[in-house]
């Protein structure tokens, strides 16, 4: 089983920044991570993805703002959020594409962190 640990999510005001990771285990080959977001009422949507091989996409609504980046040899997702608005306020999950040790593949998530954004 793959897990994931998200960390780096807090209260910071509009114009800030704040840096996530997400630290995965259980795992000998991870192909795309992402990291989406679920605001209350709202669907969990993509913030950015990021393959293997280090293409990116971002939402229309971060780009320019964020920057996903990931250290394969530690198997840990980053998110780098600058210029934070209100609306970027939601739970943050990192999902993964990725193999088991046992050579199973599947989709994981994390279990969110919490990003609030107010002055």
């Known amino acids: 089983q793959v897990q994931l640990v998200e960390s780096g999510g807090g209260l910071v005001q509009p114009g800030g920044s704040l840096r996530l990771a997400c630290a995965a285990s259980?795992?000998?080959?991870?192909?795309?991570m992402g990291w989406y977001r679920q605001a209350p009422g709202k669907e969990r949507e993509l913030v950015a993805a990021?393959?293997?091989?280090?293409?990116?996409n971002y939402a229309d609504s971060v780009k320019g703002r964020f920057t996903i980046s990931r250290d394969n040899a530690k198997n840990t997702l980053y998110l780098q959020m600058n210029s934070l608005k209100p609306e970027d306020a939601a739970v943050y999950y990192c999902?993964?594409?990725?193999?088991?040790?046992?050579?199973?593949?599947?989709?994981?998530w994390g279990q969110g962190t919490l990003v609030a954004v107010s002055s």
């Open positions: 999902n993964a594409d990725a193999w088991t040790v046992g050579s199973k593949r599947g989709d994981y």
């Open positions: 259980g795992t000998s080959r991870i192909l795309v």
């Open positions: 990021i393959t293997s091989g280090g293409s990116t």
